[in-house]
Nanobody, 120 residues
Framework: QVRLVESGGGLVQTGDSLRLSCAAS????????MGWFRQAPGKEREFVAS?????????YKDSVKDRFTISRSRPPKNTVYLQMNSLKLEDTAVYYC????????????WGQGTQVTVSS
């Protein structure tokens, strides 16, 4: 079974930076894509950023496009990072890492989440 483990969350002030990491462990799996989602209190989970594993194409939520960067480790490790700069109050949320494995049409493997809190 594959597990995704996030790390790097914490409490920061507006304008600060954080780097989230997501490491896959367990049996080897082939990913189509890996991404980050977040869920703020009282809101639905939303897409933040993703990367296609085959070609490295990246996608971002409009509100984070110029501030966040998704990247990955060199193969064969399935580790994905989210560099978050110029953090805003509205970035406060639990951030989840997710993977879309080969053969799946959606993100089918999820991490447990890491809390990011931005204060003024």
């Amino acid at each position: 079974q594959v597990r995704l483990v996030e790390s790097g969350g914490g409490l920061v002030q507006t304008g600060d930076s954080l780097r989230l990491s997501c490491a896959a462990s367990g049996r080897t799996f082939a990913a189509v894509a890996m991404g980050w989602f977040r869920q703020a209190p009282g809101k639905e989970r939303e897409f933040v950023a993703s990367m296609r594993w085959a070609n490295g194409d990246t996608y971002y939520k409009d509100s984070v496009k110029d501030r966040f960067t998704i990247s990955r480790s060199r193969p064969p490790k399935n580790t994905v990072y989210l560099q978050m700069n110029s953090l805003k109050l509205e970035d406060t949320a639990v951030y989840y890492c997710a993977a879309q494995s080969v053969g799946s049409s959606e993100y089918n493997i999820w991490g447990q989440g890491t809390q990011v809190t931005v204060s003024s």
